[in-house]
């Protein structure tokens, strides 16, 4: 899935990147949704944790 959205790896500073994986309210998309691979799932989820901490993205239900 990476490949096919050109994405080498993840970022937590690359919010554009990251918000294709979640939702409208600000949940991160299941594997299922994205089709992801374990390991690709782990990457994204840190990587959006990390921005949360960092106020990059909202955490869910606050915008």
């Known amino acids: 899935m990476f490949a ?6 993840v970022d937590y500073k690359d919010t554009s990147t990251l918000r294709q994986f979640l939702s409208e309210r600000g949940k991160i998309r299941s594997r299922a949704v ?3 691979t374990v390991q690709q799932q ?7 944790k ?3 901490e960092m106020a990059l993205l909202p955490y869910p ?3």
């Open 50 to 52: 990390n921005a949360r």
């Open 34 to 36: 994205t089709g992801l």
């Open 42 to 48: 782990r990457h994204v989820t840190t990587a959006v």
């Open 61 to 63: 239900g606050q915008g």
């Open 4 to 9: 096919q959205l050109g994405i080498e790896h």
